[in-house]
């Protein structure tokens, strides 16, 4: 038995894995000057300019090593997405609504595939939440408005 995937699904997978490679990536060299800025400054301050200066350098390392944590795990949730096709909304789905495409993935946001838009998003997303389990032609109704779903992938 083989198992059936869709190309679409196959194409945005890719192109989100690298969009958080690129993302990890940018971040570890951000962490990586970080620390050469830290090691320079111990070399040319002393005093409270230095302390201040430390303590903001800390802050933002705190911050970049958290994001990096974050696009690490996402990568890896994107990873684990089934790309078979479905016919209801659940993980995996890339579905059409009035407000565009939507694959239920990873909470990143937008991701452009060959001049179309898709949005990214968790099954937790409150969208995602009033629609599943609906089939093409179902609608469902979202911050009272009834939302059709016009296709799923």
Do not use: C
């Not at 830290?38 to 303590?55: F, M, N, P, R, V």
């Not at 705190?62 to 795990?73: G, N, P, V, W």
Request: no cysteine; hydrophobic share 35%.
């Amino acid at each position: 038995m083989t198992v059936i995937e869709h190309p679409i699904k196959i194409k945005l997978l890719a192109a989100g894995q690298e969009a958080l490679k690129v993302q990890i990536t940018d971040i570890q060299q951000q962490l990586s000057d970080l620390q050469e800025s830290s090691e320079i400054e111990e070399k040319s301050s002393a005093g409270d300019k230095y302390e201040t200066h430390q303590e903001m350098l800390n802050q933002n390392r705190d911050i970049l090593q958290k994001r990096l944590a974050t696009s690490k795990i996402m990568l890896a949730q994107l990873n684990a997405v089934s790309v078979k096709p479905t016919d209801t909304i659940q993980e995996g789905s890339i579905f059409e609504v009035m407000m565009g495409n939507i694959w239920v993935s990873i909470p990143y946001g937008k991701l452009t595939l060959d001049g179309k838009d898709y949005q990214l998003v968790s099954q937790d997303s409150p969208l995602v939440q009033a629609l599943w389990g609906r089939k093409k032609g179902e609608s469902s109704d979202f911050r009272g408005k009834s939302i059709l779903v016009k296709a799923i992938y």
